[in-house]
T-cell receptor, first 111, second 113 residues
């Protein structure tokens, strides 16, 4: 059974800092990995999707990497801003069309 | 496009009552799914559908039914609500198969007394 773990569970940083969120998964036979953002009381917004054949994806200040062999992904946020405060979730798609989520990292960026 | 819409936003039920959570998308996506989100447990897949007329069970299907008569709609039915079904429910859709980018609805917060 696929298990997804995100570390740390919570993170508080000052504005402007570069930061890394971690995601690990137990079964490396995945189709893709996706990073989401969730604001309080809201749905999930897709940030980056990395296919299993890719090593990284970039969007603006966000960069996500994928190392299938070690079962790890990182989300790098450059020059963090208070508006980046949210919960960040990673999810992996494996066989059977099933997406497995981690519990998320709650990020607070302080002005 | 309205994207993925869910109704209602909030609902309170008594134990044993039944209800249907509605989910609709106007993007002509084939793949749709339902998740529940609970503190300390993350999002868990309830049921999914790869196209009209085709549904399958996810990780936590017990107590829930689904059907997919059209591409646009994917309702989730609670047959006899239980307090353990108190949760936030999210519907999602994906263009093509499950391998694409997931688009989520705003969620339905359900409380079962």
């Amino acid at each position: 059974k696929q298990e997804v773990t995100q570390i740390p569970a919570a993170l508080s940083v000052p504005e402007g800092e570069n930061l890394v969120l971690n995601c690990s998964f137990t079964d490396s036979a995945i189709y893709n990995l996706q990073w989401f953002r969730q604001d309080p009381g809201k749905g999930l917004t897709s940030l980056l999707l990395i296919q299993s054949s890719q090593r990284e994806q970039t969007s603006g200040r966000l960069n996500a990497s994928l190392d299938k062999s070690s079962g790890r992904s990182t989300l790098y946020i450059a020059a963090s801003q208070p508006g980046d405060s949210a919960t960040y979730l990673c999810a992996v798609l494996a066989s059977g069309s099933r997406l497995t989520f981690g519990e998320g990292t709650q990020l607070t960026v302080n002005p | 496009n309205a994207g993925v819409t869910q109704t209602p936003k909030f609902q309170v039920l008594k134990t044993g009552q039944s209800m249907t959570l509605q989910c609709a998308q106007d993007m002509n996506h084939e793949y749709m799914s339902w998740y529940r989100q609970d503190p300390g447990m993350g999002l868990r897949l309830i049921h999914y559908s790869v196209g009209a007329g085709i549904t399958d069970q996810g990780e936590v299907p017990n107590g829930y039914n689904v059907s997919r008569s059209t591409t646009e709609d994917f309702p989730l039915r609670l047959l006899s609500a239980a307090p353990s079904q108190t949760s936030v429910y999210f519907c999602a859709s994906v263009p093509g198969g499950a391998e694409g980018e997931q688009f989520f609805g705003p969620g339905t917060r359900l409380t079962v007394l």
